[in-house]
């Protein structure tokens, strides 16, 4: 009979703690057992999943699985033949276990077992034995059934799974509002000669996955584990058990779709996931894979959360709304909600100085896309009860003030006038003189009222005063300044070929530099400014 077969088959009948089976009752177990095992085939051949089944006995060089009931106490046994020193890697699947080892001699007069070693966790863990001793495992899964995986071998220099380097924790290397980015440390078992090493990354905001098993458990849910075929002596007693088990078993169901994120990325040492939610707690794992044997082992996982999303402002609708851009690039979020179907909304947007670009989008989806300089005027249509978010994005340089006025009325638009896109106003030099100058302007082409402004400037602030460019919000500049005019322009007043409007202004100082503002408004509501300009008139007529 080979020692091996004896070894497995005495694990029943020479567990002291049961305090029995000696004598002619221990011959009698072994000898069925062995009887049972030779029907399935020569002895050297037995299946060794189908013998730890039976016995419980963890055999070595071979990696088996038991399933094991939550909160129910499983023991599993190892019984080396000699005083070699032998490794045990015991990993756990979906729930953590609490478990520990108790050792006792072949001794029949001994009862119990000491205690060895106690852990609880949800990684794996690797210990060693020694002694031609009887070691039990005892082990309770904690928070659901699950499957554990033993793995015994004497061969201690060997590498059963893949080996992680001295430092084997997950880094993060950058982590914004929407983007994680990790890296870690490359397998020793990786070489440039071949592909034996994959790396694989799980992303979860409920939990970490300490073990690739239990990735895969939680991922792809579990499932019970049958008792192999020709498991037992074949007693109706143990059938029943079996069918009892089977009802019994509680596997941990698979994960809603989208709650894991799983990639295998080969041999890439880092990863940068940019599908994150701002202000959010994320778990990362990574697994090292042998792509030779298929074993694993795992990363210390990184636990994180990701930077608060800047506080979305609303627009509130028949009000001026503000934005200041002070940053090249800078972008400005605000947002609007509609309860219901709404034909037509109006905007009307102000970008005070310089261009800024301008987004409507809802859902990602963008409905307007343009770049805006002055003042702009949009109508949405047919628009679905939603959050619609309104994007405003600086130019390269300079700061940036926008005023963004929204309304379900048409009266939106009649708050602000219409302004050309060139909004220059220039001098006629040959039409100068001692005491008069010829200005023009571009008109809109709509019924507006223009306001014309002087104001005489010192020799001094000439030459700066010519170099400020115009803030189109700001019109608190003629406050200081003499009105000249207000008029109301329409159609008749220009020039209907070119558009352009001229205007004389008489009584002026000799050799004296005047600065001159036009302000365009409608109904009173929100003036805009044309850009001032300077000019000198003639001191020697």
Known sequence: MPADVLRFTMVRPLDPSNGCCTGLLT?????????????????????????????????????????????????????????????????????????????????????????????????????????????????????????VHFFATKKLNSVAYPALPKDYKVEGAEVQRRRISVSWKASPEETPYDNIITYCVAISRGRSYPTHCSLNAHLYGDSYMKPPVGAGFGF???????????????????????????????????????RAKPNTKYFIDVYVINNNTNRTSAYTGLELKTMRAKKVKHLKFNKVNKVTLSRPRQKDVLKFKLTSFTSKVFLAIHACRGKVKFQVMRRGKTIVNTRIRNIKKITLRDLEPDDYLVKITNSRKGKRNVRVIISNSTKVFQQYPNLPNDTRVLVFDEQTTCNNVTIAWLEAGERQTYCLYKKEIPASTKRKRRRNRSDSCKTSVVKSSEKITCRKFSRRHRNTKTGVTTYEITGLKSGTSYQFDILVSRRKRHPLPYQSVVTQTRSDC
């Open 27 to 147: 011959d009698l177990i072994i000898l069925l057992v062995i009887i049972l095992h030779v029907r399935r085939g020569v002895a050297s051949e037995w299946p060794v999943p189908d013998i730890f089944y039976d016995t419980k006995v963890i055999p070595e060089d071979k990696e088996v699985t038991a399933y094991l009931f939550r909160n129910e106490i499983e023991s599993v046994f190892f019984l080396p033949d000699d005083e070699t020193p032998v490794s045990i890697s015991v990993t756990p699947c979906a729930s953590a276990l609490e478990w520990n080892v108790t050792y006792s001699t072949y001794n029949k007069s001994e009862r119990g077992g000491r205690p060895y070693f106690n852990h609880t966790g949800a990684g794996k863990h690797t210990f060693t034995l020694s002694g031609k001793l009887i070691f039990k495992i005892s082990l309770r899964p904690l928070t659901s059934d699950t499957r």
């Open 236 to 274: 109706a007693k143990e059938k029943r058990r079996f069918r009892e088990m089977e009802r019994k078993a509680r596997p941990v169901a698979a994960a809603k779709r989208g709650q894991i994120i799983y990639k295998c990325i080969g041999s890439r040492t880092n990863y940068i996931y940019t």
